[in-house]
């Protein structure tokens, strides 16, 4: 890809404060692209916009829960009045509330309903309702996961959201696509964030030896798959899941759970 591949592109990405959202706005706004960033912490998303124009990067912070419908329409408006557009759209923010599911918490299911499938969905019909006014087409790519097509323990109701967003993609073919708008998903294996790194110190020696490929992803990684989608050079591929897992899903060995809480689901 040339450096300025997005030139005159305009972007929302949410959940982009640290990790793969953030790896992904910085390189959409270092190729070119005007970027909204959001996230739901408002001191992460200002610091990483900051960041990201200290780089050369257009990029404008945007707080707020994009569970919400007034969250969610306020960061198209602010894309076209900052921009006067929007092309591509990324729903990355998600939450992960591991819990056996024979104790999981109705509060808990909730929360992981909300931004991780209703979020993103909202933001999709957003998004395209603003593409389909300026009949130019555009991209919207959702993050789903590995685990959205292997069992994992502790995590069925997260896995619930991620096949379901898959499948989000794949019927949406059908009514994007007369407007020329594609929509994929990649679906990342286990990836080496400040998240799973604070949450777990083992967590690379652990995946390491899982995955085939030798390692865990970094967030370039799935950001350089996520761009694949989102830039001009996919324009015949829509409804479709790149899993980026280093081959884990081919053999699928589940972790060692012992050292790590299993049931988070009331945190």
Known sequence: MTNQIFINQVAIVTGAGQGIGFEIAKQLALQGAG??????????????????R???????????????????????????????????????????????FFEYPLDSLRKVLDLNLIGSFLLTQAAARQMRIQKTGGRILLMSSVVGHQAHEFLAA??????????????????????????????????????TLNEDPTYPKIWSAITPMGRPAICE?????ALFLLSPHSGHITGQ???????????????????????????
């Open 158 to 195: 997260y896995a619930m959201t991620k096949a379901g967003l898959e499948m989000l993609a794949k019927n949406l073919v059908l009514e994007l696509s007369p407007y020329g708008i594609t929509i994929n998903t990649v679906a990342p294996g286990a990836t080496l964030t400040e998240r």
């Open 54 to 100: 200290n780089k050369g990067g257009d990029c404008v912070a945007f707080s707020g829960d994009v569970s919400l419908p007034e969250v969610i329409d306020g960061m198209v408006e602010e894309a076209v009045r900052c921009f006067g557009t929007l092309t591509i759209t990324v729903a990355n923010a998600g939450i992960t509330l591991f819990g056996d």
């Open 35 to 52: 970027v909204i960033l959001n996230d739901a912490d408002e001191t992460m998303a200002t610091q990483a916009a900051n960041t990201i």
């Open 241 to 267: 899941s790149l899993v980026v897992d280093g081959g884990w899903t081919s053999v699928s060995p589940l972790p060692d759970l012992s050292n790590m809480e299993k049931n988070k689901a009331g945190n």
């Open 221 to 225: 990684d799935i950001a350089n798959a």
